[in-house]
């Protein structure tokens, strides 16, 4: 397999960055691709979406709570900590694709904050008294990896935005492990879970949109790593970072209820599958990069 | 199945991956050979983790 612009305008990045078969978008490439794929949160029809949550079990309620709070906190924390990301551009090209990542993010955040006010019926008037509710609900992993780790990442880029080491450390948490581990999994089993039960069709639509988003954003960081990995010493700093980072993602999964517990399950969906589509996700993308973790399967 | 179809690339609408029947996804599970309309749909896009459903045919 590989890939290449479809109706877009070709950059002599997306063939040197090929390895192993794969040929990844550039970043003026990933650019036109969002141009094309706009969305409004202001569009989206949560009429059908307010009865349904009233329908739901409490159970089912509390379990969607959990994951959509992830989502939300960790929208709304990536919007402004994404602004170091941005000025460490390496190039106006670069600079133009991550701006339009920060405009997601926020995007994102609207998105949630809507879904709460209109489906779960929040009445906080400002979003910082509703993130301070939705923060309640987050995990002490979570609040850890989000809260520390991220914001440490992307701190040292801030002070130094030329420094590669510094962005490989914060793609790596950013891209591969709060986008495209915790994240697209997320994704996946709260999607395959509200297409099952056919419920939230507004929320549906705007998490799909997302989603693409998120795919997009992904295919950056695969990019960039994929560049920078061919020096030996960032391979080893990715390598390293994505060593700590998997247990703490692997404890961010796991809902409060069953804090401590070896094995866990989220909206009928076991800790096994959970975990394994997760690391299958990661591994296969470290392939393309050309990153191997011996013992990571 | 005809043979277009079966030997018809798909691209991701996401990221910009090709699925090739020619060489399949075997890291994936999908060998060489498979036309996309075999492939399951819990597959997924290895770069970006985009649906199957998010892929589209490629023209030409």
């Known amino acids: 397999m590989t890939t290449e612009a479809h109706e877009l305008h070709t950059d002599p990045a997306t063939v040197e960055g090929s390895l192993g078969g794969f040929k990844l978008l550039s970043p003026t490439e990933l650019y036109w691709l969002w141009e094309r794929q706009q969305w409004s949160v202001a569009d989206l029809d949560f009429a059908e979406d307010r009865a349904h949550w009233e329908q739901l079990d409490a159970v089912s309620r509390d379990e969607l709570t959990w994951n959509l709070a992830q989502f939300f906190v960790g929208e709304e924390r990536v919007t402004t900590a994404f602004s170091p990301v941005v000025l460490a551009a390496e190039s106006e090209e670069e600079e133009a694709y991550l701006a339009t990542q920060q405009v997601d993010e926020a995007r994102h955040t609207k998105f949630f904050s809507r879904f709460w006010e209109e489906v779960l019926a929040d009445d906080a008037t400002t979003l910082h008294e509703r993130m301070a509710r939705v923060r309640a609900h987050c995990n002490a992993p979570f609040t850890h990896l989000f809260d520390d780790v991220l914001m440490a990442a992307v701190d040292r880029l801030r002070v130094e935005p030329a420094d590669t080491a510094a962005k490989v450390r914060a793609i790596v948490t950013y891209h591969m492990i709060v986008e495209g581990t915790l994240a697209l999994t997320g994704q996946y089993f709260t999607t395959e879970y509200l297409t099952d039960k056919a419920i939230l069709p507004g929320f549906l639509e705007g998490f799909g949109n997302v989603a693409r988003d998120e795919h997009r954003h992904v295919g950056y960081g695969t990019w960039f790593l994929q560049q920078k990995c061919r020096d030996p010493r960032h391979a080893d700093l990715a390598r390293d970072t994505l060593l700590e980072l998997i247990p703490i993602a692997s404890s961010v999964l796991v809902p409060p209820r069953y804090e401590g517990q070896a094995t866990y399950e989220v909206l009928g969906f076991s800790s096994q599958d959970i975990q394994q589509f997760a690391l299958t996700a990661l591994t296969r993308r470290l392939k393309v990069i050309g990153l191997s973790i011996p013992g990571l399967t | ?60």
Do not use: H, N, Q
Request: proline share 12%; with cysteine.
């Open chain 2, 1 to 60: 199945v005809s043979t277009a179809t079966a030997t018809a690339r798909w691209i991701c609408e996401s990221c910009g991956l090709i699925y090739d029947p020619a060489e399949g996804d075997p890291d994936g599970g999908i060998p060489p050979g498979t036309a996309f309309a075999d492939i399951p749909d819990t597959w997924v896009c290895p770069v970006c983790g985009a649906r199957k459903r998010d892929f589209v045919p490629m023209e030409g």
